[in-house]
């Protein structure tokens, strides 16, 4: 493949191929791959109230604050009933947990580490560094 550290044609051949070979996995939505590209699935101990995702939990690092006043929710559906007596006001910090996998519009919010209610995305932004 290589000769005096000069790259062969056929080293390059063979480096082009796998590189190919790569991509046409990535675009055919290989399995291994794209899970290799997920962010580490978690385990999140919910209060009872709680709906659990179906699918779990996937970790999410950024800290996040409230952009408007919300409601929390029991589960990542629409239609989803409120957490009862729990509201997070504007610009309140909050403790999120994960994401349930497959619902990319819903962030799980905890207090010490319990996950105590699901709340839009959109109803939050990151916090400052």
């Not at 055919?28 to 385990?43: K, L, R």
């Not at 006001?89 to 209610?117: F, H, S």
Request: glycine share 10%; with cysteine.
């Amino acid at each position: 493949m290589m000769t005096d550290g000069v790259a062969s044609p056929r080293g390059l051949c063979l480096v082009a191929v796998l590189a190919g070979a790569f991509a046409l996995a990535l675009a055919n939505g290989n399995p291994a791959i794209a899970a290799a590209n997920q962010p580490p699935q978690v385990q999140i101990s919910l209060s009872d109230d709680l709906v659990p995702a179906p699918d779990g939990f996937v970790a999410v690092a950024q800290k996040y604050v409230t952009v408007r006043t919300t409601d929390l929710y029991i589960s990542p559906f629409i239609w989803a009933g409120k957490v009862k007596n729990i509201h997070l006001a504007a610009g309140q910090p909050v403790e999120v947990l994960g994401q349930p996998k497959g619902y990319d519009d819903w962030l799980l919010v905890g207090r010490n580490g319990t996950g105590i209610g699901y709340v839009p995305r959109s109803d939050l932004t990151e916090a400052p560094r």
